[in-house]
T-cell receptor
């Protein structure tokens, strides 16, 4: 069975600082990988995804993530945090050919002025 | 294109009652998945429907059921509600040709008293 580990349930950064949210997965074959963001009282919005091809993936709102097969990681980064980035972030995986997503526990990103 | 819609947005029930939640997918999407989100367990997959057939099921008791109609709209039902069923129920639709990318609705917040 697949599993996703997000290191750190809460991450605090200052506005303008680098954002780094960590995600590691366990899977026998490289899965599809996703990062979603959830704002309070809302559903999940897709930030970016890795399916095939280039391992550095760019998403919305200035976020990007790099798929590293050797490290089974898919960490999310943003060079400069903005107050509006404060939200909960979820890493998810799915087997190729299947829709079902397995989510990590989520990381709450706190941005201070 | 309109996004995924879920009704109702909020629901309060008492233990022992049953509840039906509704989800309308993005036009043209034939796959609908349901997830339960709680603070303790995080996001957990309930089931997936494709062309009116349940294609995949998560590890939930039989009190949780669902169905999909010919227009791809989906409902999920929870019978004999328990306090632990209080959660945000998220519906997601996908175009199976789109690398499993799932688009989420805003969710239905169910509170069981």
């Amino acid at each position: 069975a697949q599993s996703v580990t997000q290191l750190g349930s809460h991450v605090s950064v200052s506005e303008g600082a680098l954002v780094l949210l960590r995600c590691n997965y366990s899977s026998s074959v490289p899965p599809y990988l996703f990062w979603y963001v959830q704002y309070p009282n809302q559903g999940l919005q897709l930030l970016l995804k890795y399916t095939t091809g280039a391992t550095l993936v760019k998403g919305i709102n200035g976020f990007e993530a790099e798929f590293k097969k050797s490290e089974t990681s898919f960490h999310l980064t943003k060079p400069s945090a903005h107050m509006s980035d404060a939200a909960e972030y979820f890493c998810a995986v799915s087997d190729r050919g299947y829709s079902t997503l397995t989510f990590g526990k989520g990381t709450m990103l706190l941005v201070s002025p | 294109k309109a996004g995924v819609t879920q009704t109702p947005r909020y629901l309060i029930k008492t233990r022992g009652q049953q509840v039906t939640l509704s989800c309308s997918p993005i036009s043209g999407h034939r796959s609908v998945s349901w997830y339960q989100q709680t603070p303790g367990q995080g996001l957990q997959f309930l089931f997936e429907y494709f062309s009116e057939t349940q294609r995949n099921k998560g590890n939930f008791p039989g009190r949780f059921s669902g169905r999909q109609f010919s227009n791809s709209r989906s409902e999920m039902n929870v019978s004999t509600l328990e306090l632990g069923d209080s959660a945000l129920y998220l519906c997601a639709s996908s175009n199976i040709e789109g690398y499993n990318e799932q688009f989420f609705g805003p969710g239905t917040r169910l509170t069981v008293l």
